[in-house]
């Protein structure tokens, strides 16, 4: 089986203003991180190629 290519970026993993920024519908950044990545297991498989651009992450410096 051939593996499929794929090309994605900016995911924005842990960063919580994005959710209003966007009007990403989720509670909190824990939310929105397990939806992203559930859907990307879902859709690319081990043996894919997977192209990241931009921000994969934020780091939450709030206290």
């Known amino acids: 089986m051939m593996a499929d290519v794929w090309f994605t ?3 924005h993993l842990g960063h919580f203003n994005i959710i ?3 009007n990403r519908l989720f509670a909190d950044t824990q939310e929105m991180n397990a939806a992203i990545l559930e859907r990307l297991n879902a859709s690319v498989k081990p043996n ?16």
């Open 20 to 22: 209003r920024y966007c």
């Open 9 to 11: 970026s900016d995911f």
């Open 48 to 63: 894919d190629v997977l192209y990241f651009s931009a921000t994969f992450a934020w780091a939450d410096r709030r206290p």
